[in-house]
């Protein structure tokens, strides 16, 4: 999977008092400005060219942002069908993070077979929902979608996961764990890697690492959001977000708070180690059974308030595979005036954010611990682009 430009620089340091974490980003955050001057279809054509990771997730905040400075109002067809698609490409993502980098955790092969087959079924259901490539245009019809062929599709992807991950089929896993006593039984019984991983966490005392004091992203109104981007120091806030002056976190963890599982792991393991993989994997079934009900139904599980802030300005958002994704478009007789992106990755890779904290909480240790403990919390958290991560000790650069 290709990345976006710019990575991480991530550096560790041993100091009297413990770890100290420093986070630099150098991923690009004026990449937005390419489209002013351009039309709203203009613009929404070419953002997935700029925005390769979590395209769709992307085009999804694109266009309901453009929707509404526009005033249009798509369909609920349209709606449910841009919402099944985002959901695809989230599996996708979780499903590269748990075949291909879970093993890799407990010193086994990466699973690119099984990958191998998930790029493949979302190449085709993205060929099924969008065959003429008008799904995320401003003021989209109806479409072309084949939903026909998506319904094996999406039985073939949880056959896949229930051999490789769940050891059952995603519902009946979303049925069977539903706190942690289910958890528990399910670990203790279930032979995938990824219930191994689990297991193995839960009795090797790490489950709590990379705790931090980090909350989630509370609410925001559009109007609020809107009023922040306007200001003054707009170009900060995108780079180094906060809310009520504090560091939040947007993310798999967060999205999941609450429902059972994840409130009885967070009130034994905090926002640690353990209850963040969970929470990817919880991911995964859950969105497998929202993705088959979208496809049911074909209308959205919630309609999108039509309501712009005001004339010519909209807001869209999107619930990306690393958190929640928020676009603010200005339009102004047919073009774009301004357009701002605000990503996950710049909340929870913060320098104090919820990944920074997480690092400086981890415990001193021998250098190949450390630094496989820390790149553990930096996957489980999951930024969108390449990082580097160095120690630095008495003895230099490791």
Known sequence: MSDPPGRLKIQLRRTPRGIAAEI????????????????PQATAALLPQLFSVCSKAQSKACVTALDLACGFTPAPRVEAIRELSVAAETIREHLWRLLLDWPRLMDESADRVAMASVLSWFKDLSAGLDP??????????????????CDPL????????????????????????????????????????????LRRLALSGEAALGGSAVTRLPEI????????????????????????GAPRETSPLTRRADCGLMRDLTAIHGNGLLPRLAAQLLEVAFLVSKARSLLATQAP??????????PGLGVGRSDAARGLLIHVARVDEGQVMDYRILAPTEWNFHPRGAVAQGLAALPDAEDGILRRRAESLIMATDPCVAFELSLVSSSGLN
């Open 24 to 39: 630099d980003s150098t991923r690009p955050r004026n990449a937005a400005a390419a489209f002013a001057g351009r039309t």
């Open 132 to 149: 003429d490539g008008s799904l995320f245009r401003p003021g989209a019809g109806e479409g072309k979608a084949n939903t026909r062929l």
């Open 154 to 197: 999406l039985a073939d992807i949880d056959g896949l996961i229930a051999l490789r991950l769940l050891g059952m089929p995603s519902a009946q896993w979303l049925e069977e764990v539903t706190d942690g006593e289910g958890f528990i039984r399910w670990v203790e019984t279930t032979a995938t890697p990824a219930a191994r991983l």
């Open 221 to 244: 109104t559009d109007r609020d959001l809107v009023a922040r981007l306007g200001a003054s120091d707009a170009a900060g806030f995108l780079a180094l977000p906060t809310w009520d």
């Open 301 to 310: 599980a919630e309609q999108p308030d039509p309501m712009a802030p005001e």
